[in-house]
């Protein structure tokens, strides 16, 4: 089977929220994430402000017309970061300019070990024109390992909800021209 990749707009991705919050609901009902029904409801409200964000961008995976993931981001201005900080702003030459931040990747259960996760966040970095990308993962998380053996180097920490434990903040160069990340 092979798994189609769409890129969507704004417009689309508003009629798409139902069919991602399923998916969103399904991706993150094991351990160590266990979300609560206010946890999917506010990845709802979420996502349709994120649709607003300059540089916003949605990819869906399907396999036989059916959703099994999907990964989108924006990009966060110069000067922007991750909210509930623990720990020290990133070094100036990655703050310096605009980041990509990926908000979110879920794969269905049923769907992970076939190298899904890492077609949709590729298509979702190709061609973007930051420097770097950086996204969040819970350490313990088997994404948290799948992001380490991609290259992506912790640089942080932060908690984005005071309900949710300190998670990773993670950073990506897009470029061959921007110098590796070292990591923390």
Do not use: C
Not at 87 to 96: E, F, M, N, Q
Not at 106 to 124: M, T, W, Y
């Amino acid at each position: 089977m092979v798994l189609t990749l769409t890129r969507h707009t704004r417009v689309a991705t508003l009629a798409l929220v139902p069919r991602l919050k399923a998916l969103y609901a399904d991706a993150y009902s094991e351990p160590p994430y266990e979300m609560s029904p206010e946890d999917i409801e506010q990845f709802e409200i979420r996502i349709t402000k994120h649709a607003d964000q300059p540089g916003f961008a949605l990819v869906t995976g399907e396999l036989n017309g059916q959703h099994v993931g999907f990964t989108y981001g924006f990009t966060f201005h110069p000067g922007r970061w991750w909210t509930g900080v623990k720990t020290d702003l990133p070094p100036s030459g990655i703050a310096a300019g605009p980041i990509f931040a990926v908000i979110e990747l879920g794969i269905r259960k049923e769907s992970r070990g076939h190298g899904h996760a890492r077609r949709l966040v590729d298509a979702l970095l190709t061609n973007r024109p930051e420097a770097f990308a950086s996204l969040i993962s819970r350490p313990g998380a088997q994404a948290h390992a799948m992001y380490q053996r991609w290259g992506w180097k912790k640089v942080g920490n932060t908690q984005t909800y005071p309900h949710w434990p300190v998670e990773d903040i993670n950073i990506l160069p897009l470029h061959s021209s921007v110098p590796p990340v070292t990591g923390q």
